[in-house]
Each structure stands twice: as structure tokens, then as C-alpha cells.
């Protein structure tokens, strides 16, 4: 037996229901629609002060290149005003290569540290701490240079990150640590994004017979 009976009492229901509920459907639905609205307002706007500031920063590099002295005042002021979009962490990379380029090396790391703080990708991570090892190793801070290599990154990054140990274990004269990163390096497909790898090893190589050669010969 159906629970309605009667078109007439099914009608009935509703009507009693819609007397009960019909505010609140009718307020659930304004509801609804203003904050449907209101999530596409917020996505416009936050799409349109994404472009604003692309477009600044944008400009910020383009003008670097002819007016070198403004941009590290310009760049500073940047990153305080956008200090929480990924674009900080881009220009602190772009500051930290200015102040390579001028050997400035306690402002690179500086610089080349805030881009590893506020990187969006591990990606940009992982090209920030890279070029942070060979600051420190310009520095001679060797240890830090092997901290900041110890650090987990992309698998991606091994090649790289064993060539600068390579290089960093040279420099302290563990030719034999230098080799074995060099060999990792080159395992790990190095040689495609740095042909001098295997500069290095063989160069490593013959220095490493020739030390050998010459206790001999005296």
C-alpha cells in the first residue's frame, strides 16, 4: 500500500512541507548562489594580482640588465612586497647571481639561502642549494658546502650534487673521495648536462700515476 494514497494527499504533503522548510530551502539557495559568486569574485581577483605581479617581476629582470645598480634596491624592495609568492624565492636567485657576478659571495649566500626558504618547487630548491654549495666553496666553507649537498633533493640533482663533492674534495687534496664522486657523477648520467666530468676524472687520474711514478725515480 502506497504511503500516499490520493494525488490529493500527496499534494498535501507538499505543501505542508514547503510551509515548514520553504525559508530554509530558500535561504540555503541565496546561500549558494552568493557564495558561488563569491568564490569566482575571489578567483579573479587572485588571478588578476597573480599577472600583476608576474608582470612586475617580469619587468624587474628586463631592467636589470641596463641599470644594475637599481635593481639590487629594486629586487629588495620586491621580495618585502611579495615575500609570499614564489617569485621571492626567483628573484633572490637573480640577486644572489648579480652578487656572483661581482664576487660578492657573502651576499650570494645570503641571497642564494632566502631562495631556498621560500622556494615553491624542489626543483628551484634543489638549483638554489647547488649554487649555494659553490658559493660556501668559494668561501672555503667546505663543511657547509657538504652540508647544504646533504640535504634531500630531487634524484635528479645526484650528478650535479656528486660533481660539486667531487670538486670540494679536490680542493682539500682527497683525491681519492674526488674520484669516487666523479665516478658516481658520471653513473648517474653526468656527462650529459657537464662534459668536463670526465675531464676531471682522467685528469685526477694521471695526477694520481704520476705521484706514484715519482717516488720511484728517486
Known amino acids: 500500500m502506497d504511503i500516499y494514497q490520493t494525488e490529493e494527499q500527496q499534494v498535501e504533503a507538499i505543501k ?3 510551509q515548514e522548510n520553504g525559508n530554509m530551502i530558500i535561504a540555503g539557495i541565496v546561500l549558494g548562489f552568493v557564495g558561488f559568486i563569491g568564490f569566482n569574485y575571489y578567483k579573479d581577483n587572485k588571478l588578476a594580482d597573480e ?31 611579495n615575500s609570499t609568492t614564489s617569485y621571492a624565492s626567483l628573484t633572490a ?10 664576487q660578492n659571495w657573502a651576499e650570494a649566500q645570503t641571497q642564494l639561502m ?5 622556494a615553491p618547487t624542489d626543483g628551484i630548491k634543489g638549483i638554489a642549494s647547488l649554487r649555494l654549495a659553490r658559493v660556501q666553496i668559494q668561501l672555503a666553507q667546505y663543511e657547509q658546502a657538504f652540508a ?5 633533493l630531487p634524484e635528479s640533482f645526484t650528478a650535479a650534487v656528486e660533481e660539486i663533492k667531487g670538486d670540494t674534495y679536490l680542493l682539500q687534496g682527497k683525491k681519492e673521495l674526488a674520484r669516487n664522486s666523479y665516478q658516481v657523477a658520471i653513473a648517474a648520467d653526468g656527462l650529459a648536462s657537464s662534459p668536463s666530468l670526465q675531464m676531471k676524472l682522467d685528469d685526477l687520474a694521471t695526477a694520481v700515476k704520476l705521484t ?3 717516488p720511484a725515480v728517486k
Not at 608576474?54 to 641599470?67: G, K, M, R
Not at 640577486?95 to 661581482?102: F, G, V, Y
Not at 632566502?114 to 621560500?118: F, K, T
Open 16 to 18: 505542508g512541507y514547503w
Open 51 to 81: 599577472m600583476a605581479i608576474s608582470n612586475s617581476y617580469q619587468a624587474l629582470i628586463e631592467n636589470s640588465a641596463t641599470d644594475k645598480e637599481a635593481f639590487s634596491e629594486n629586487a629588495a624592495k620586491f621580495i618585502t612586497e
Open 93 to 102: 636567485l637573480a640577486l644572489a647571481k648579480e652578487a656572483a657576478r661581482t
Open 114 to 118: 632566502s631562495a631556498i626558504a621560500s
Open 148 to 152: 647544504t649537498l646533504a640535504k634531500p
Open 212 to 214: 706514484s711514478i715519482v
